[in-house]
Structures are given as structure tokens and as C-alpha cells.
């Protein structure tokens, strides 16, 4: 699955009434996953539903003295300001986060899984006892904080706890709530595809003869993306900004 699908970006492009050409197909093919990419990591997370592993706490975290400075909610987002002890509280950056599936292994030897026998099965924690995920939306039993909170405080040591999870959006979820990211999806593929078709129309193709002397020059789609100095555009930053994750950020 794309957060913007392949209809969906032929009908932005204005190919609703007439199908591309062969030529623009291929262009669309080739462009329309690495705009995705430059917005997904603009955007510090991949958007897509899918499952994700991650070694926690990447470095060092609260103060355990959380109080609402520590926690700054943004839309979506919650801003996680680190400190030098532990936490009762971790981030997870992949969201929002569903509950279905989830599993958070606690092994404070396991050196990030490289240790021998690291995060066994005795190391598996229960939810709702031990730990539980900040339900921001009972019905769908997702989080879109991606906050973990322990009863105590998670251990210091860097990648000692083992979450798996499966995070990202849903289909039915960017066509209506998380429609904002669809939307600034789309704008960076369109924005992408007629950067390339522009330079295209102006200098990437280059013909020249002088008596026996003669060249012809056509950039690829790299070259004239990191020459045109292509970035995600400002209305779409602006439209997924509610749903960026600033723990991404700060890890």
C-alpha cells in the first residue's frame, strides 16, 4: 500500500478524462515512489501501515518528573522534551500505533538483541499490568501519541526494551481523519513529476551540431530534482504538520 494511491495521483496530475501517454507513465512510475520517500522522510516516519521493530530508549530520557511541560501536544504529536533518568514513558515514532499485534519485550542484558539469548520469551511483558499503549481512539484501539507508559519506569539502559508493532495509516483512515497526510502526499508527487516535466520542456534535452562536432544531453530525474533543489512543498508540510511525531526528532 501507498499513502497516495496510484488513481489518486493520475487524477491530481489531470489525467482523469484521458489516459498518459507511454512516455508519461513511465515518468509517473519512476517519480511517484520517490516523491513518497522525500516526504516520508521529511515527514521523520513512513506513513504506510505496516510492521515495525524497535530497540528502545535510543539514548537518554526523562527525569521520571513528568509534568504537563514534559509532554506538549501539537495535533497529533506530542513533543518529548529527554532528561538524564528513566521514564515511566516511551515513544514509539512509527504513527499512530495500533494495539493489535503489539508486544514489548524488557531485557536490560540483551545489548540491542546482540547479546546471547536476548530478549527470550520470559522477557515478554503484559499488557495492562505491566505496561499499556495511550489509546487515543478506543474504537480502532490506536494511539496516536505512540506513548508507552510503564507501571514503574522503563530501564536506562540504551536499546534494552524490544517492541514490535504495527504502525502507520490505514486506507479507510487517509480518506477521512488522517486525509492531511494523503493530501500533502499527493502535492509532493505532483510537485515532483512537473519539476521534471518543466526541466524537460526547457534544458534537460540539448541539441547541438557544429560541422563535425555534435551532442546531445538529457539529465536524469536525479540530477534535475538535486538541481532544482526539490524539497517537499510548503503546503504540504504545512497540511501534515498536525501529525509529525517531534520524538522522531529527538529520538
Not at 490506536?142 to 508493532?165: A, D, M, Q
Request: net charge neutral; hydrophobic share 40%.
Amino acid at each position: 500500500m501507498t499513502v497516495a494511491e496510484r488513481s489518486d495521483v493520475l487524477t491530481a496530475l489531470g489525467f482523469h478524462a484521458t489516459a498518459p501517454t507511454a512516455a508519461q507513465e513511465a515518468l509517473i512510475k519512476l517519480v511517484h515512489p520517490l516523491a513518497e520517500a522525500v516526504f516520508f522522510s521529511w515527514f521523520g516516519a513512513n506513513c504506510e501501515y505496516e510492521q515495525h521493530v524497535e530497540y528502545l530508549p535510543v539514548g537518554g530520557q526523562l527525569t521520571g518528573e513528568e509534568t504537563s511541560e514534559w509532554f506538549r501536544l501539537q495535533g497529533q504529536a506530542v513533543q518529548v522534551r529527554m532528561g538524564a533518568r528513566g521514564t515511566s514513558v516511551l515513544q514509539l515514532p512509527h504513527t499512530p500505533v495500533w494495539s493489535t499485534g503489539l508486544e514489548v519485550r524488557e531485557d536490560v542484558g540483551a545489548n540491542a538483541g546482540q547479546a546471547t539469548g536476548a530478549f527470550g520469551t520470559a522477557t515478554i511483558l503484559t499488557l495492562g499490568s505491566d505496561y499499556w499503549l495511550d489509546i487515543s481512539d478506543a474504537t480502532l484501539q490506536l494511539s496516536t501519541s505512540g506513548l508507552l507508559r510503564r507501571f514503574g519506569n522503563w530501564p536506562n539502559e540504551p536499546r534494552s526494551v524490544k517492541v514490535t508493532y504495527y504502525g502507520g495509516e490505514k486506507a479507510h483512515r487517509l480518506a477521512s481523519k488522517a486525509g492531511n497526510l494523503k493530501y500533502a502526499c499527493l502535492l509532493t508527487v505532483v510537485k515532483a513529476y512537473k519539476t521534471i516535466v518543466n526541466s524537460q520542456r526547457d534544458d534537460t534535452i540539448t541539441s547541438e551540431s557544429i560541422g563535425k562536432y555534435s551532442y546531445t544531453t538529457s539529465a536524469s530525474v536525479e540530477s534535475v530534482l538535486s538541481g532544482s533543489g526539490f524539497t517537499v512543498p510548503y503546503e504540504a508540510q504545512r497540511a501534515a504538520w498536525p501529525n509529525r511525531s517531534f520524538g522522531r526528532i529527538f529520538g
